[in-house]
């Protein structure tokens, strides 16, 4: 399983979100924006699961 989550620490920084590994907290993705947006979401929420795919693949 993975986790997502939206981070903004002032008005003046960008928002930030990560997707990380529920089990090792491992960051599989992650990025800065002007903006939270759902389109946001899904690029680095695809990012983290093709770095889940590459991991599976190696480890098979």
Do not use: C
């Not at 089990?23 to 680095?44: V, W």
Request: proline content about 2%; glycine content about 4%; hydrophobic content about 35%.
């Amino acid at each position: 399983m993975i986790h997502g989550d939206w981070h903004r620490r002032s008005i003046e920084d960008p928002y930030a979100i990560l997707w990380l590994d529920d089990a090792s907290r491992f960051i599989l993705s992650a990025g800065e924006f002007d903006k939270a947006t759902t389109e946001y979401s899904i690029q680095t929420l695809k990012e983290a699961q093709k770095k889940v795919e590459e991991y599976n693949l190696k480890n098979i």
